[in-house]
Protein backbone atom coordinates (compact mmCIF):
# COMPACT_ATOMS: atom_id res chain seq x y z
CA UNK A 1 0.00 0.00 0.00
CA UNK A 2 1.46 3.70 -1.26
CA UNK A 3 1.47 6.01 1.84
CA UNK A 4 0.21 9.27 1.06
CA UNK A 5 1.60 11.90 -0.72
CA UNK A 6 2.74 15.27 1.68
CA UNK A 7 0.49 17.52 -0.56
CA UNK A 8 -2.66 14.62 1.14
CA UNK A 9 -1.72 15.58 4.66
CA UNK A 10 -3.32 18.77 5.84
CA UNK A 11 -2.23 20.20 9.50
CA UNK A 12 -4.21 23.14 10.83
CA UNK A 13 -3.84 25.25 13.94
CA UNK A 14 -7.17 26.69 15.82
CA UNK A 15 -10.70 25.39 17.09
CA UNK A 16 -12.04 23.21 15.07
CA UNK A 17 -15.22 25.07 14.58
CA UNK A 18 -13.73 28.19 13.26
CA UNK A 19 -10.83 26.51 11.11
CA UNK A 20 -13.19 24.38 9.89
CA UNK A 21 -15.97 26.10 8.70
CA UNK A 22 -15.34 26.56 4.95
CA UNK A 23 -14.06 22.76 4.60
CA UNK A 24 -16.86 21.47 1.28
CA UNK A 25 -19.90 19.57 2.61
CA UNK A 26 -19.96 16.39 1.77
CA UNK A 27 -15.97 16.11 1.70
CA UNK A 28 -15.17 14.15 4.59
CA UNK A 29 -15.15 10.33 4.36
CA UNK A 30 -14.34 9.34 7.86
CA UNK A 31 -14.30 11.67 11.27
CA UNK A 32 -11.67 9.30 13.70
CA UNK A 33 -11.27 10.95 16.63
CA UNK A 34 -10.53 11.07 20.20
CA UNK A 35 -12.05 14.16 22.14
CA UNK A 36 -11.31 14.90 25.38
CA UNK A 37 -13.59 12.97 27.91
CA UNK A 38 -13.79 15.64 30.68
CA UNK A 39 -17.60 16.83 31.85
CA UNK A 40 -16.36 20.39 30.34
CA UNK A 41 -15.93 19.57 26.98
CA UNK A 42 -19.73 17.40 26.79
CA UNK A 43 -20.81 20.58 24.04
CA UNK A 44 -17.39 19.86 21.88
CA UNK A 45 -19.67 16.32 21.00
CA UNK A 46 -22.52 18.28 20.06
CA UNK A 47 -20.34 20.28 17.84
CA UNK A 48 -18.25 17.35 16.35
CA UNK A 49 -21.23 16.05 15.54
CA UNK A 50 -22.73 18.91 14.12
CA UNK A 51 -19.76 19.33 11.58
CA UNK A 52 -20.13 15.47 10.42
CA UNK A 53 -24.09 15.94 9.27
CA UNK A 54 -22.51 18.25 6.93
CA UNK A 55 -18.91 17.20 6.06
CA UNK A 56 -19.30 13.76 5.55
CA UNK A 57 -20.25 12.00 2.84
CA UNK A 58 -23.78 10.44 2.31
CA UNK A 59 -22.63 6.50 4.25
CA UNK A 60 -19.62 8.66 5.78
CA UNK A 61 -19.09 7.61 9.58
CA UNK A 62 -17.81 9.49 12.63
CA UNK A 63 -15.65 7.21 14.84
CA UNK A 64 -14.88 8.71 18.24
CA UNK A 65 -13.28 6.99 21.42
CA UNK A 66 -15.10 8.26 24.29
CA UNK A 67 -14.74 8.03 28.18
CA UNK A 68 -17.14 6.22 30.23
CA UNK A 69 -18.35 8.15 32.97
CA UNK A 70 -20.02 10.78 31.02
CA UNK A 71 -21.30 8.35 28.35
CA UNK A 72 -24.94 9.07 28.53
CA UNK A 73 -24.27 12.90 27.70
CA UNK A 74 -22.32 11.97 24.68
CA UNK A 75 -25.00 10.17 23.46
CA UNK A 76 -27.49 13.13 24.05
CA UNK A 77 -25.01 15.65 22.80
CA UNK A 78 -24.63 13.83 19.00
CA UNK A 79 -28.26 12.75 19.35
CA UNK A 80 -28.94 16.71 18.84
CA UNK A 81 -27.76 16.12 14.77
CA UNK A 82 -29.23 14.23 11.70
CA UNK A 83 -26.60 11.34 12.09
CA UNK A 84 -27.59 7.29 12.78
CA UNK A 85 -26.38 5.32 15.77
CA UNK A 86 -24.13 2.32 13.75
CA UNK A 87 -22.19 0.40 16.52
CA UNK A 88 -19.98 0.29 19.97
CA UNK A 89 -16.59 -0.76 18.98
CA UNK A 90 -14.48 -1.53 21.54
CA UNK A 91 -10.49 -0.50 22.73
CA UNK A 92 -9.19 -3.17 25.20
CA UNK A 93 -5.51 -2.12 26.71
CA UNK A 94 -3.35 -4.27 28.00
CA UNK A 95 -3.43 -3.09 31.97
CA UNK A 96 -5.12 -0.05 33.32
CA UNK A 97 -4.57 3.02 31.67
CA UNK A 98 -6.82 5.34 34.01
CA UNK A 99 -8.36 4.98 37.92
CA UNK A 100 -11.78 6.09 38.60
CA UNK A 101 -10.84 5.81 42.42
CA UNK A 102 -14.50 6.86 43.50
CA UNK A 103 -16.16 4.25 41.68
CA UNK A 104 -13.29 1.68 42.66
CA UNK A 105 -12.55 0.84 38.87
CA UNK A 106 -9.54 0.64 37.02
CA UNK A 107 -10.10 1.19 33.34
CA UNK A 108 -8.48 -1.29 30.71
CA UNK A 109 -10.71 0.02 27.43
CA UNK A 110 -13.38 2.43 25.83
CA UNK A 111 -15.56 3.01 23.83
CA UNK A 112 -15.46 3.69 20.38
CA UNK A 113 -18.72 5.13 18.81
CA UNK A 114 -19.75 4.48 15.37
CA UNK A 115 -22.25 7.13 13.81
CA UNK A 116 -23.85 7.46 10.11
CA UNK A 117 -24.49 10.05 7.79
CA UNK A 118 -27.51 7.96 5.73
CA UNK A 119 -28.16 8.63 2.23
CA UNK A 120 -31.64 6.79 1.94
CA UNK A 121 -30.17 4.53 -0.47
CA UNK A 122 -27.11 2.60 2.10
CA UNK A 123 -27.90 -0.85 3.09
CA UNK A 124 -27.84 -2.12 6.91
CA UNK A 125 -25.58 -4.32 6.37
CA UNK A 126 -23.30 -2.34 5.05
CA UNK A 127 -23.08 0.53 7.33
CA UNK A 128 -20.15 -0.33 9.19
CA UNK A 129 -17.15 -1.31 6.73
CA UNK A 130 -15.35 -4.58 6.68
CA UNK A 131 -16.76 -7.53 8.20
CA UNK A 132 -14.85 -8.11 11.49
CA UNK A 133 -14.41 -8.36 15.22
CA UNK A 134 -15.92 -4.84 17.23
CA UNK A 135 -12.90 -5.01 19.19
CA UNK A 136 -9.30 -3.29 18.96
CA UNK A 137 -6.28 -4.44 21.48
CA UNK A 138 -3.58 -2.33 22.21
CA UNK A 139 -0.57 -2.87 23.98
CA UNK A 140 -0.93 -0.03 25.93
CA UNK A 141 -0.89 3.77 25.65
CA UNK A 142 1.80 6.42 23.67
CA UNK A 143 2.38 9.67 25.94
CA UNK A 144 5.62 10.55 23.56
CA UNK A 145 3.84 13.50 21.46
CA UNK A 146 0.96 13.98 23.90
CA UNK A 147 -0.37 12.77 27.27
CA UNK A 148 -3.24 10.89 26.32
CA UNK A 149 -2.11 9.78 22.94
CA UNK A 150 -2.84 6.26 21.66
CA UNK A 151 -0.39 3.59 19.37
CA UNK A 152 -0.39 4.22 15.94
CA UNK A 153 -1.52 0.59 15.47
CA UNK A 154 -4.61 1.33 17.15
CA UNK A 155 -5.83 3.57 14.56
CA UNK A 156 -4.58 1.77 11.32
CA UNK A 157 -6.76 -1.31 12.65
CA UNK A 158 -9.86 1.46 12.52
CA UNK A 159 -8.64 3.41 9.53
CA UNK A 160 -8.70 -0.13 7.93
CA UNK A 161 -11.72 -1.06 8.96
CA UNK A 162 -13.32 2.13 8.47
CA UNK A 163 -12.27 3.39 5.06
CA UNK A 164 -10.29 2.66 1.91
CA UNK A 165 -6.98 3.71 0.26
CA UNK A 166 -7.52 7.69 -1.03
CA UNK A 167 -10.62 8.31 1.28
CA UNK A 168 -10.39 11.82 2.82
CA UNK A 169 -9.91 11.54 6.71
CA UNK A 170 -11.00 14.16 9.44
CA UNK A 171 -9.56 14.39 12.74
CA UNK A 172 -11.05 17.52 14.52
CA UNK A 173 -9.03 16.82 17.77
CA UNK A 174 -5.25 16.15 16.62
CA UNK A 175 -3.33 15.99 19.71
CA UNK A 176 -0.27 14.72 18.76
CA UNK A 177 -1.16 13.62 15.37
CA UNK A 178 -1.63 9.60 15.53
CA UNK A 179 -4.83 9.72 13.12
CA UNK A 180 -2.80 11.48 10.72
CA UNK A 181 0.28 9.24 10.91
CA UNK A 182 -1.40 6.49 10.42
CA UNK A 183 -3.21 8.28 7.27
CA UNK A 184 0.54 9.07 5.85
CA UNK A 185 1.57 5.09 6.45
CA UNK A 186 -2.09 3.66 5.05
CA UNK A 187 -2.38 6.24 1.83
CA UNK A 188 -5.63 8.44 3.14
CA UNK A 189 -5.77 11.98 2.41
CA UNK A 190 -6.03 13.63 6.22
CA UNK A 191 -7.06 16.97 7.71
CA UNK A 192 -6.58 17.34 11.14
CA UNK A 193 -7.03 20.13 13.75
CA UNK A 194 -5.14 20.91 16.90
CA UNK A 195 -6.27 23.94 19.25
CA UNK A 196 -3.03 24.35 21.01
CA UNK A 197 -0.34 25.41 19.03
CA UNK A 198 2.40 23.72 20.95
CA UNK A 199 0.76 19.89 19.80
CA UNK A 200 0.27 21.44 16.42
CA UNK A 201 4.26 21.88 16.41
CA UNK A 202 4.35 18.56 17.46
CA UNK A 203 2.14 17.21 14.52
CA UNK A 204 3.62 19.41 11.75
CA UNK A 205 7.49 18.29 13.08
CA UNK A 206 6.24 14.62 13.04
CA UNK A 207 4.33 14.28 9.55
CA UNK A 208 6.68 16.52 7.66
CA UNK A 209 10.40 16.33 9.51
CA UNK A 210 10.35 20.11 10.10
CA UNK A 211 8.20 22.61 12.57
CA UNK A 212 5.83 24.58 10.79
CA UNK A 213 6.87 27.72 8.16
CA UNK A 214 10.42 25.81 7.39
CA UNK A 215 11.42 24.48 4.42
Known amino acids: MKPSKRKDIKVLNGDFRLVLRDLADSSIDLILTDPPYDKKSLPLWGEMAKLAAR ?26 YALQWGWEWHIHFDGPTQS ?20 GKTKRQR ?11 SKGVDHTFHPYG ?4 VYEKLLFQFSKAGDVVLDPFGGGGTVACACKKLGRKCVTTEIKRKYFVTIHKRIFGRPPGKK
Do not use: T
Open 127 to 137: WLGRPGKDLVV
Open 55 to 80: VLKPGGKMVAMSGQEFLPEVFQQIGK
Open 100 to 119: HPSRGILSCGRPILVYIKLD
Open 150 to 153: QKVE
